[in-house]
C-alpha cells in the first residue's frame, strides 16, 4: 500500500490584546476559515488553494483586521497588503497599499501566476486586479462602524501619532493580519497573508504582510511560515525566513524555530507579534509575545482541529 503524505494546515487571525468580548467570534472565524482550507486539502486539492481560500474566509470576516472590516489610516481611507508563495517553484506574489479590493490575498495569487512581477502597490495593483477578473468595491464597502468609532478616537486623541512617533504601536492594537499555512498531499507548502495594516497609519505605508521574507515564506524543503504583529520589527529581522533558516539548521522543529525567533524579535527590536508555522513532514509550531493570538490547525495525524486564542 502507498504511504499517504501527511497534509496539515494551521491559520492564524492576529496576534494582539483580544479583548474578552471579542475572543469568541476570533475563535470562530480562525476555525470557519481553517475548515474552508481543510475542505480543500483532505479531497486532494493545492496547498495554494486552501491557503488563499481560508484567507479569503478571514478577509471577509469583519472581526478581523484584512478585507472587511480593516482598520483606516490617517485619511480615514482603507489600504490593504497582502502576500502569497508558493514553496515548490519559490515562485510569490504580493500587492501594497491596494484600494478598493476586498481580497487582496487572490490578487497576490494573480500576480504570482499571471505576471514576472512579485509586488504591485498602489493604484498599479488595482488595475492589475481589475484586469485579471479580481472583484473590486467601493471603499464604503470594506468599512465598518467599529473602525470609524476607532479612527475618530484616534484622531481626536492623537494616539495614532504618537505612536508613528515612537516607532511601536501598543500591543492592545489591532493592526494584525490574518495568514495561513498549508501541506498539501504533494508535499508542496504554501504561506499567504493578509492585513489592513495599523490603525490611523501614514497613507502608503507597509507592513511585513506584503513583503517575501518578513510576513509569509514557503520552501518546500523546509517548511512554511506567516507572522503577524508590529511590522516594522518583522521586516527588521526578516521574520519569515528567519523561521525558515532556524528549522533548517535545527533538524525540522518548528516549534522551536517559532519560538527563537520571537525571542530574537524581542531581543533585537523589542518588538511584538506571532508566528504559525509548518515544517517539510506537517508539523505544527506557534509563538507569540503578546496577550493572545488567534490560531488554528488540523493535520492528518490528529483526529479534529485545535483552536485557541
Not at 527588521?236 to 524579535?265: F, H, T, W, Y
Amino acid at each position: 500500500m502507498k504511504r499517504q503524505n501527511p497534509v496539515s494546515l494551521i491559520v492564524h487571525g492576529g496576534a494582539w490584546n483580544i479583548p474578552d468580548d471579542q475572543a469568541d467570534a476570533h475563535r470562530a472565524g480562525v476555525l470557519s476559515a481553517l475548515k474552508a482550507g481543510w475542505e480543500i486539502l483532505k479531497d486532494g486539492g493545492t496547498a495554494v488553494d486552501a491557503v488563499e481560500r481560508s484567507i479569503i474566509v478571514m478577509e471577509n470576516d469583519d472581526t478581523f483586521n484584512a478585507g472587511h472590516g480593516s482598520v483606516l489610516d490617517a485619511a480615514g481611507e482603507i489600504e490593504l497588503d497582502a502576500s502569497i508563495m508558493e514553496g515548490g517553484t519559490l515562485r510569490a506574489g504580493a500587492v501594497a497599499a491596494l484600494q478598493n479590493v476586498a481580497n487582496p490575498i487572490s490578487a497576490a495569487r494573480a500576480i504570482m501566476e499571471e505576471s514576472d512581477s512579485v509586488l504591485l502597490v498602489g493604484l498599479g495593483a488595482m488595475r492589475f486586479a481589475k484586469e485579471h477578473g479580481i472583484a473590486t468595491c467601493g471603499q464604503d464597502a470594506l468599512i465598518t462602524g467599529r473602525e470609524i468609532a476607532r479612527w475618530r478616537e484616534a484622531q481626536a486623541s492623537g494616539t495614532g501619532t504618537a505612536a508613528r512617533r515612537k516607532g511601536a504601536p501598543g500591543r492592545s492594537s489591532p493592526g494584525d493580519s490574518v495568514g495561513a499555512v498549508a501541506l498539501d498531499a504533494k508535499g508542496t507548502i504554501a504561506s499567504g497573508t493578509s492585513t489592513g495594516g495599523t490603525p490611523n497609519k501614514h497613507q502608503g505605508r507597509v507592513g511585513d504582510s506584503a513583503l517575501i521574507g518578513c510576513g509569509t515564506y514557503a520552501d518546500n524543503a523546509v517548511g512554511g511560515v506567516s507572522s503577524t504583529g508590529w511590522g516594522e520589527a518583522l521586516i527588521r529581522v526578516v521574520m519569515a525566513k528567519s523561521v525558515i533558516d532556524m528549522m533548517q539548521s535545527n533538524g525540522d522543529d518548528p516549534e522551536r524555530a517559532a519560538k527563537d525567533a520571537i525571542a530574537a524579535l524581542k531581543k533585537r527590536t523589542g518588538g511584538h507579534g506571532g508566528v504559525v508555522v509548518l515544517g517539510a513532514s506537517g508539523g505544527v509550531g506557534i509563538a507569540f509575545n503578546t496577550p493572545r493570538m488567534a490560531r488554528a490547525y488540523i493535520t492528518s495525524s490528529i483526529k479534529g482541529p485545535i483552536a485557541a486564542v
